[in-house]
C-alpha cells in the first residue's frame, strides 16, 4: 500500500459548527475560496434525520454567482445517530464554495458538521 507523508497533505477548514439547529433550520457558511484544492472532505453528526437533500455543497465560479443561482452542487441526505455513514468527499470543480445543511422536522441536541478542502502533493 502506498503512503502519503503527512507534509503532502493541504487542508483548508472551510466549515465548522456545533450550534444545534432548530426544525428546519438551515446552517450556511461564508463562500470561501477553494482555488488550488482538489476535493472537499468532511463529516457530520446529527441525532436527527437532515432534510431530504440536506446537506448541500454547493460550488460556483464566482462568489457572486450564488447569488445568482449560477452554482452546482452536490447534495445527500443525512441520517441522524448515524456514525458509520456521516463522511462526504466532493470534488472540486470551481473556485469557490458554499456548505448548506438544512435540519429536519425535529429539534437537534447534537449537531457537528467539519469540512476542509484538500491536497495531496508529491505523489
Not at 30 to 56: E, F, P, R, W
Not at 73 to 86: A, L, P, Q
Request: glycine share 8%.
Amino acid at each position: 500500500m502506498d503512503k502519503v507523508s503527512l507534509a503532502q497533505v493541504e487542508y483548508h477548514i472551510v466549515a465548522f459548527t456545533d450550534d444545534v439547529l432548530a426544525p428546519a433550520a438551515v446552517y450556511t457558511n461564508t463562500i470561501d475560496s477553494v482555488i488550488g484544492y482538489t476535493h472537499l472532505c468532511g463529516l457530520v453528526y446529527s441525532d436527527q434525520n437532515s432534510a431530504t437533500d440536506g446537506l448541500s455543497i454547493e460550488q460556483a465560479a464566482s462568489a457572486s454567482d450564488f447569488a445568482l443561482g449560477y452554482y452546482t452542487r452536490s447534495t445527500y441526505t443525512m441520517v441522524g445517530g448515524d456514525t458509520e455513514n456521516n463522511a462526504f468527499s466532493v470534488q472540486l470543480v470551481a473556485p469557490f464554495l458554499r456548505i448548506r445543511y438544512t435540519n429536519g422536522g425535529t429539534l437537534q441536541t447534537v449537531f457537528r458538521l467539519v469540512a476542509g478542502a484538500r491536497i495531496l502533493r508529491g505523489l
